[in-house]
């Protein structure tokens, strides 16, 4: 167990490394380095930004300043929100997003597995069809789809939901659906097959034939077998809804991380496409490595590996 | 003793080494019968094709694809209207509605073709860019999965084939890339390396970047660079069980060289999975090019992609809604249909493979 997990660690270490490497090479590749952008400016203002923000060094001296600066959790400034340093911003704006994805996850999760199960329960039956048709169908909607379809019925059309902000509860829902529509079709997906695979062991037989109770056997046996892969599929939801939200963010008009990385894109704000990317990053990779401890501390055969 | 007698014995001896003449004697014509095949024996391929024939769901995704192939690239060269043609006049038309010189045009007795789903803020026909639309991200789908497929399977297969330190090394590599978040990178990825390939374009022999777009580029160059591992681990544990064959000894044994045994016994074999992943990368291909091009990341104007006319279509939503269904139609049939008969090649071609 514990050589596991400090391999899964050592592993998200070098990730990151990678990632945040990665990062500043490919940011370099804009002309006149990542915190000037394209735009032309007068020789002599050039050389005033190049020396604030170290450009004049060699690339190497910079890419360790930048890795010094990163470890210490400095992200820099942002290029065209004056005064406001990139840390500032995320700070502000995550926890916006993360309350979002949140519920999103825990929705996915609490209507995907009952869903799947049940479809499994039921197998060739109706309501196993019509699971089966909505989860296949949940999968293949993009969520900027799902999001302005839902805008365009319940807000403009309908006018049961306000379109844009969260301001009030209200405005959690169609954010929310549209956030966690393909993943809990996934779940749901996921949970049918794996349960249907359990259903047949051998062990849930002699389960019913020493006298376990149906329901019994299904939530003891049953459900803590058959949830595993949804655990796995955890980790990398949230990647999935981290970014998925950036759309979502942007279209519901929601202050949250997402919405400022698009507007970041769009405005050409490099340095805080490169901090939000890094920081969401190591957010990910993190989750990754809790997702997989937890999975080794559910499923004790993987000790074993 | 007699003739009939040393049969006998023979017959009742099972460790005598005595031939029996009865055994030498041709065939009769009834015997000739029974040998002859009844059926046809069964290959892999006919097989697993007869399994996907069977299923109904599979069978209508597959045509669906070939219906939804045929009006992306077939239906766009018989088309009268070009993606790109700006029709002065007939801005912001209303589905089968026509712009006034055309109707004069009709009532002087010309036919002319009307635009299914109207035109937009710049007089295109929107109809042919959906179509033109589907005809760049089905593009991009079935590009990127080859390219996931050539760099998948052959890393797979050579870390699956040799084994030992060089496999652990070639995983490790996966295990990064594996967990490094590709959306994030293929942002950043995307809105930089235009720079360097714009550049590129500018020298002799690179001017087809600017044919194909530097954005375009850019996608298929990071999903080279990131999505292929997922096929590679795949590729990897198949290549492992096939390579202890006995078809992989023999052909060691006649000399074989490890680049002809991967090629020709170990990738053929996996043909099952490689069709399975392959088609399954396709969808998701998709899904990635059109979350871009809703960004503004994907294609290039006036290039439609199915992205790029869905966000489009946002800031019209009250007055033209149909503008953002149609694209969001198509998307949806596409994924659908790619996911759907991935699913049916699975189920016939790779059971295993299920979960």
């Known amino acids: ?305 | 003793m007699t003739a009939e007698n040393k049969e006998k014995k023979n017959t009742n001896n099972i460790l005598s080494l005595q031939l029996k003449v009865d055994d030498f004697l041709p065939a009769s014509a009834e015997e000739k019968q029974a040998v002859v095949k009844e059926r046809e024996s069964v290959s892999f391929f006919k097989d697993g094709i007869r399994r996907f024939r069977r299923n109904k769901i599979a069978m209508a995704a597959l045509i669906a694809v070939i219906l939804i192939m045929l009006l992306a690239f077939i239906v766009p060269m018989f088309y009268p209207y070009s993606y790109d043609a700006q029709m002065k006049g007939s801005e912001r038309l209303a589905p089968m509605q026509y712009s006034e010189t055309e109707l004069e045009r009709i009532a002087a007795g010309e036919s002319v073709f009307p635009h299914l789903l109207g035109t937009d803020q710049n007089g295109r026909d929107y109809a042919i860019r959906v179509l033109m639309g589907a005809r760049v991200s089905l593009t991009v789908g079935i590009v990127a999965s080859a390219i996931v497929l050539l760099i998948g399977s052959t890393y797979g297969a050579v870390a699956g084939y040799f084994g030992g330190k060089l496999d652990l090394i070639m995983m490790r590599f996966v295990d990064i890339l594996y967990t490094v978040p590709d959306v994030l990178i293929i942002i950043l990825l995307a809105s930089t390396l235009k720079y360097p390939l714009e550049s590129l374009a500018q020298m002799p022999g690179f001017s087809w970047i600017q044919t194909i777009g530097p954005n375009m580029i850019s996608m298929f160059l990071v999903f080279g660079l990131l999505y292929w591992v997922g096929m590679a681990r795949i590729v990897r544990s198949q290549v492992m069980i096939l390579k202890q064959s006995e078809y992989v000894t023999a052909a060691k044994a006649l000399g074989a060289g490890n680049g002809r045994i991967i090629k020709k016994h170990l990738l053929t074999n996996c043909i099952g999975t490689l069709i399975v992943t392959t088609t399954l990368q396709i969808p998701s291909s998709i899904f990635t090019e059109s979350f871009l091009s809703f960004l503004g990341l994907g294609v290039q104007a006036p290039m439609p992609s199915l992205g790029s006319l869905a966000s489009a279509a946002l800031n019209g939503l009250q007055s033209y809604p149909y503008r953002l269904f149609a694209p969001a139609f198509m998307i949806f049939i596409i994924i659908l249909s790619f996911n759907l008969l991935g699913d049916g090649l699975r189920d016939a071609f790779d059971p295993k493979l299920k979960n």
């Open chain 1, 1 to 305: 167990m514990g050589k596991y997990i400090t391999k899964r660690i050592l592993l998200a270490l070098v990730t990151a490394f990678v990632v945040a490497s990665a990062t500043f090479f490919i940011m370099n590749m804009v002309p006149g380095g990542p915190f000037l952008g394209e735009k032309a400016v007068t020789p002599a203002a050039q050389e005033a930004l190049e020396a604030k923000f170290g450009l004049d060094k060699p690339l190497s001296e910079q890419y360790t300043t930048y890795m010094n600066d990163l470890l210490h959790g400095d992200l820099g400034p942002s290029l065209k929100k004056r005064g406001r340093t990139v840390n500032d911003i995320i700070a502000t704006k995550f926890p916006v997003s993360a309350k979002l994805g949140g519920m999103a996850i825990l929705i996915a999760f609490f209507v995907g597995v009952p869903l799947g199960s049940y479809a499994a329960f039921h197998r060739g039956k109706l309501i196993d069809n019509i699971i089966i048709l909505f989860s296949t169908a949940g999968i293949a909607i993009p969520s900027f789809l799902s999001s302005t379809l839902l805008m365009y019925f319940l807000s403009a059309q309908w006018g049961l939901l306000p379109s844009k902000g969260l301001n009030s509860p209200a405005c959690y829902i169609m954010p929310v659906i549209a956030l966690a529509l393909h993943p809990t079709s996934y779940i749901a997906r996921l949970m049918r097959s794996s349960m249907l695979d359990v259903m047949g062991q051998d062990y849930m037989r002699t389960a019913r034939a020493k006298g376990v109770s149906q329901v019994k056997s299904i939530f003891k046996h049953a459900l803590r077998n058959a949830i595993l892969p949804v655990v796995t599929y955890l980790g990398p939801l949230t990647a999935q809804l981290m970014t998925g939200s950036f759309i979502i963010e942007k279209i519901f008009v929601i202050p949250g991380l997402g919405s400022e990385f698009v507007g970041a894109i769009t405005s050409r704000d490099y340095p805080l496409i490169m901090g939000t990317t890094i920081f969401l990053a190591m957010f990910i990779i993190t989750l990754n490595v809790i997702v997989d401890i937890l999975y080794a501390v559910i499923d004790p055969r993987i000790k074993l590996k």
